[in-house]
């Protein structure tokens, strides 16, 4: 049974139908994340964790910049360098439905520190991350945004 989990409801920003689910789900010190969008044109999205959970502009500005905490140059998870929010390219299909998955250590739940993943937002955008542009990737617009918030 996990030790507990995280959820963000995303919803459409910038005038998308994009609608999803970012689950958060901790297992001992691993935190798996599962993000399922649909609604959204087929190819690469990029998929980021920003650093406020505020999705009250129309646009996901209010969601701020990418979250990084580490303080260290945009990148690809991974591979050198790399904000802990970004977490890559989610693909959808003709059907205009996508799923990613990520498991890592680096993150933390509920413990009110910077690498605490709580209070924080998922933003999906309308286009791919290329992973070297500074400071978040060329991603374009901001297409959904939810706030990550405790399980009950």
Known sequence: MPSQQAIAIIGSASGSNLAGTAIFTQNGDTITLTVEIQNV??????????????CSSPDGTSAGGHWNPTNVPHGKWGEGEFHLGDIGNITVGEDGAG?????TNLWEM??????DIVGRGIIVHAGADDFTSQPSGAAGARIGCGAIQLAN
Do not use: F, Y
């Not at 799923?99 to 498991?103: D, S, V």
């Not at 509920?110 to 690498?115: A, F, K």
């Open 41 to 54: 044109s087929p190819g690469l999205h990029a998929v980021h964790i920003h650093e406020k959970g505020d």
């Open 99 to 103: 799923k990613i998955e990520l498991a």
């Open 110 to 115: 509920g413990t009110g520190s910077d690498l």
